[in-house]
């Protein structure tokens, strides 16, 4: 019994006691849970409640439960689970009381700020605010424009948004996710970067996936690049477990050998011309590992004024569990840019004004979706964890068909810096607490299915 959106309040008369509407009556309630902490107390009825309930003050500081709220309250056994309690689980964390977590405080409190118009309870925490002593979190809560720290349970649910690769690795905070989800059976959302040539192997074993795929081959060597730039107009050499477009090899075949471009440090784009494929590899090696890296086909894009466009598009998951797009975006190359990356001098454009045509408008948006929902529903089907969100990099050449470029199991929100994608940048934030709260709700009612 799921009781959605209902105020949570204090009464200061009572002791020990929650107070719930009177069309929530049932008989054997013997206790109320935050989070992972639980507290047995009295369960009472008011006909003077409707879409709220009261906590007696004692109850209320037991449960820590860190301010007033609108919460969902679910019924299950003989508990009554206030929630849901979200952790965003990152690091990075200073001591500043207005930059708690540096140039990446904005976007937190973006977020934090979004989950104030949803149901639940939602803070930001690290490794090393756990007490695992006491089951609690000091968690860094933003509330009236401004951060704190308090304490509250062990949440319901993790939404991980940690930075980097590099930061995933470190061996504490693999520990701590560890820790959660086997001890505790906290779910735990978006649990890792995604590995371009793994999910390459992936979906080219799935028939619905496999044609979506450019030619890859991993591990660059002279060999295997003279044969794709023998087959193709264009190749490009990626890192495996790259981001932002940078890193990056846009390899074309000449008269005179090849000509290869690649953006710098400082976001300029070189040329350099070899005889052949062995004279630039010999040259790669001396500032790259090859095995980090892998060729791929390049694609015939379409174009707008002559520069090559492809789509972002992000899927999400809802509140039933189930796939959903959220955004779609056109990105179109900056001018003498190997990439759509903003960062390299790329411009977002919504779909309506790069498509004056209302049906062909609608005809790229199915197309991509059908797309980015095939593959969002084989990952999550094949990689172990639970997957919120997925952004997509997809192309379409000139003959209609879509390729796929990548997939993000973190994706950038560059293109929300678009004002008439604000919406949509809404959207998916709001999705990821809407299967947070469904994870949380699962974990509590049916978790041999959640887990199996």
């Known amino acids: 019994m799921n009781h959605k959106g209902m105020i949570v309040g204090i009464d200061k008369k009572s002791k020990n006691t929650l107070f719930l509407p009177s069309s929530m009556k049932r008989e054997g309630l013997l206790s109320a849970a935050f989070g992972t902490k639980v507290v047995k107390c009295r369960v009472a009825f008011s006909q003077s409640l409707e879409k709220s309930a009261l906590l007696s003050e004692d109850l209320f500081e037991e449960l820590l439960i860190p301010h007033k709220s609108r919460a969902d309250f679910l019924i299950h056994g003989q508990t009554v689970h206030i929630g849901p309690l979200i952790g965003v689980f990152t690091a990075g964390f200073t001591s500043s009381p207005s930059r708690p977590l540096r140039d990446r405080t904005a976007f937190f409190s973006k977020m934090l700020s979004l989950h104030e118009q949803a149901n639940g309870y939602c803070f930001v925490f690290g490794a090393h605010q756990i007490n695992w002593e006491e089951g609690t979190v000091q968690a860094l809560i933003y509330k009236e424009n401004s951060w704190k720290r308090t304490a509250v349970p062990l949440p319901n649910v993790v939404y991980d948004r940690l930075p980097s690769r590099k930061t995933e690795e470190v061996p504490l905070l693999q520990q701590t996710k560890q820790r959660l989800m086997n001890d505790y059976q906290i779910p735990w959302f978006n649990p890792q970067f995604f590995n371009k040539w793994d999910i390459h192997k992936l979906l080219e074993k799935n028939s619905l996936t496999a044609s979506l795929l450019p030619k890859s081959v991993l591990h660059p060597n002279a060999e295997a690049l003279e044969t794709l730039c023998s087959t193709f107009d264009t190749v490009y050499i990626k890192p495996a477990d790259g981001a932002l477009g940078t890193g990056i090899y846009k390899v074309e075949k000449t008269d005179a050998g090849l000509s290869v471009k690649h953006t710098n440090e400082e976001k300029t784009v070189v040329t350099a011309e070899y005889s052949d494929a062995a004279s630039f590899m010999t040259s790669f090696k001396e500032n790259n590992d090859p095995s980090a890296f892998l060729i791929q086909q390049g694609i015939d894009l379409i174009r707008l004024d002559g520069r090559p466009v492809d789509f972002r598009v992000h899927t999400n998951k809802n509140a ?61 089907e094949h990689i172990e964890g639970f997957i919120g969100e997925i952004g997509f990099d997809l192309g379409v050449d000139h003959s209609g068909k879509v390729w796929m470029f990548e997939a993000n199991s973190r994706p950038g929100r560059s293109i929300f810096s678009h004002p008439k994608l604000k919406s949509v940048d809404y959207l998916t934030k709001r999705r990821n607490f809407e299967y947070a709260s469904y994870l949380s709700e699962r974990s509590i009612t049916a978790p041999e299915k959640l887990w199996r």
């Open 320 to 380: 039933e569990g189930k796939w959903t797009v959220t955004a779609i975006a056109a990105k179109i190359s900056g001018e003498n840019s190997i990439t759509t990356h903003l960062a390299t001098g790329g411009e977002v454009r919504t779909l309506a004004e790069l498509y004056g045509d209302p049906r062909e408008r609608v005809g790229m948006m199915r197309k991509l979706s059908k797309a980015a929902l095939a593959v969002s529903r084989v990952l999550n």
